[in-house]
């Protein structure tokens, strides 16, 4: 099973028509969590088999959203990981799609009532909400806590600093912490797959490490057959095989 983990982070959009403001302060909109009123200002994806996201930023939102969805169409993938995507990422990646004029030219379930197993979105959010509303909804910081990952606290921005330093052209910053959540997201949900029923293949280190590893040693291994194997399949037949 191949997943691509995505995270997006946005900024409130400068309006200058009075109407669309009055609107915004009547509705008591969060300004930079409606894709009618803000806008991406970054995207981190963690592409299968990858150590390290791939993580843009900039002025170009347009530029930006289509890598995004070429990146998606163009990988090969089962899952896409995200954070309150259901709800949020996806849904704001969509609508900022079709006001800018673009098509988004992949098809990501957005429904909270489809099953892990079936979906090819899993958000890890609605997964530790049980998949009801009844229950809150937790921070991925916390999730993080409680699961004993690591999270990069000093890379973490609020919104309100995210839209400064958009303002101010600190892409590189926006980028880390984009990054940090968009790997904290994919090792949360390396926590969840056994609970979900979903085998993590081996990564792409871990298969050629596999066949260096059985040249050395003169086993007969193809490729094909490695990259099938589960993460701790491949671990296991490391530690067995591993020189020393």
Known sequence: MNYIALDIETAPLQIS????????IRKRFKRNLHPAFARVVAVGL???????PLTR???????????T?????????????????????IPFLKVRSR????????????SKYSSPEDSNHIDCMWLLQGECNEIPPISLEIAARLFGIKYDESKKLTPL?????????????????????VKTTAKIFEKL???????PLATKKQVSYIIDIAKKLNIELDRPEVESWSKKEASEWIDKHKLT
């Open 161 to 181: 600093e995210i839209s400064e330093c958009f303002e101010a052209g600190k892409y590189s910053s926006i980028e880390e912490c984009c990054s940090e959540d």
């Open 99 to 110: 006001l800018l004029g673009i098509t988004p030219n992949v098809s990501v379930d957005t």
């Open 69 to 89: 969805w070429d990146s998606i169409r163009k990988t090969s993938w089962d899952k896409l990981v995200t954070w309150n995507g259901l709800r949020f990422d």
């Open 17 to 24: 028509d009075e109407v669309v403001i009055d609107y915004q």
């Open 46 to 52: 963690l592409l299968p088999g990858e150590d390290y």
């Open 57 to 67: 930023s900039g002025a170009n939102e347009i530029n930006l959203i289509k890598s």
């Open 193 to 199: 797959l056994p609970t979900i029923g979903i085998k």
